[in-house]
């Protein structure tokens, strides 16, 4: 634990805390050389590598290297020690915009004002190839001028988190403004689905509650996927028929930044306050990489050989996961599932052994280890050519895992025998629980 007057790398001085989570606080701090005020996260090392979050950790640091927006909080440095990881960032005075909403809502000139800002941070964003996935009051800060600052980007994905069908798979966020493809797990686009999010942080602003609100959250689902929200009647025209576009369910035909720029509600009093982007290279963070990488636990050469990139797991995917709570109905016709999971307690070393050790006993080809997913195949034809298996691990909790499984190609009947004669019974020993089986119990992760 850190006290107040503790100084970091001879360069910081730690005053209040600020705030903190499971596995980093954040301070105010001062620049001993230069009295600079700044917001110090420090992140617990041995904390984020017993759960497999370093690379979470690397992501983040990459994410803000790439963005350098007057609208987003500026990461100046990454330092290290053996034990802890701090990123150095601007310090935000105003707090969270969060507080504003949760007196009632906001003067339209003004909700119009720092929605033009959080769309010119997004845009940029996302000409850098980053997409938040979680924007929300509570990840808006402000400052002393009262402008509009991003911060959070822990649940942030770049461009080459995408799959082969060009869409991002991990589901994430808060629900109440998470987009209804993100939420039906069938692959998004990170920009849409931003897009959506920005619409409800809008609507919140001026309505003072949410969009899509119930007691019951799968009916607070089915209104996200169906679009179902009223505007208030102290709303203008202009921001009425603007948020519709934009709280589209459809994706494809939600719109665009670039048409949200274009719209006249979007463009007032915009010419008097816009911002002049101040883009600096993407390597101007200076950072202590071999720090951040070097971890004291040990590793053996086995682990090394079998570790595969675990996806964290969420409470979206978990409810969604869940018996019951299939959400894909709500948003695709006729959407018919090919995937399959199963829970287990025991190590993801363990799994990956047992997962090929089924390969060899069902004579399936290990083609490769793919962002995360370990691809197998037949060794001949079925009737509709090679029959593809891929499965995924997510990372629910550090010893509760769930394995999903798709088939990739070949035929669908074949697969479910393949499922149901072969996986199955291979699996048995490490399973905890099989999707949809009556007697599945209640993880102890779950409940309060």
Not at 5 to 14: H, N, R, S
Not at 366 to 387: F, H, S, W, Y
């Amino acid at each position: 634990m850190e006290n107040r007057g503790t100084v970091v790398m001879q360069k910081y001085e730690i005053g209040r805390l600020l705030g903190k989570g499971t596995f980093a606080k954040v301070y105010y701090a001062r620049n001993i050389s230069n009295g600079q005020s700044v917001a110090i996260k420090m992140i617990d090392k041995e904390k984020v590598m017993k759960v497999g979050l370093m690379e979470h950790v690397k992501r983040e640091i990459s994410v803000m290297r790439l963005v350098r927006h007057p609208n987003v909080v500026e990461l100046f440095e990454v330092l290290a020690t053996r034990t802890k990881i701090y990123f150095v960032m601007e310090y935000v005075k105003g707090g969270e915009l969060f507080s504003k909403v949760s007196k009632g809502k906001v003067p339209e000139d003004d909700a119009r004002k720092y929605f033009q800002q959080l769309i010119s941070a997004i845009d940029y964003c996302h000409s850098r190839g980053v997409y938040h996935r979680d924007l929300k009051p509570e990840n808006l800060l402000l400052d002393e001028n009262d402008n509009l600052k991003v911060t959070d980007f822990g649940l942030s994905a770049l461009i080459d988190s995408k799959r082969q069908d060009n869409l991002l798979h991990t589901t994430c966020g808060t629900p109440a403004y998470v987009s209804p493809e993100v939420i039906s797990r069938i692959g998004y686009d990170g920009a849409k689905a931003d897009i959506w999010s920005c619409g409800v942080v809008l609507f919140v602003l001026m309505a003072g509650y949410y969009p899509f609100h119930d007691s019951n959250l799968m009916e607070m689902y089915r209104k996200i996927g169906k679009g179902e929200f009223k505007c208030p009647s102290w709303f203008s025209s202009g921001a009425k028929k603007l948020i519709t576009k934009i709280l589209d369910p459809d994706p494809s035909t939600r719109i665009s930044i670039a048409k949200i720029k274009e719209s006249k509600w979007f463009k007032k009093g915009l010419g008097d306050r816009k911002l002049k982007l101040e883009e600096q290279p993407k390597d101007s963070v200076p950072m202590d990489v071999a720090a951040v990488s070097n971890s004291s636990v040990s590793t053996t050469e086995q682990e090394k050989q079998d570790s595969m990139k675990l996806m964290n797991l969420n409470a979206f995917d978990i409810i969604s996961l869940s018996v019951g709570f299939d959400l894909s109905g709500f948003f695709v016709e006729n959407h018919q599932k090919e995937e399959a999971w199963f829970t287990s307690k025991e190590t993801a070393s363990t799994i990956i052994s047992r997962l090929h050790d089924m390969a060899k006993l069902l004579k399936l080809k290990v083609i490769k280890k793919e962002d995360g997913v370990l691809k197998m195949a037949t060794l001949n034809d079925g009737r509709n050519g090679i029959l593809g298996v891929d499965f995924e691990i997510f990372d629910v909790s550090p010893s509760f895992y769930l394995v999903e499984m798709n088939r990739s190609s070949g035929d669908t009947l074949e697969y479910q025998k393949l499922l149901k004669e072969g996986i199955r019974p291979a699996l048995a020993d490490i399973v905890w629980a099989w999707q949809g089986d009556r007697q599945y119990p209640r993880p102890r992760q779950q409940q309060s």
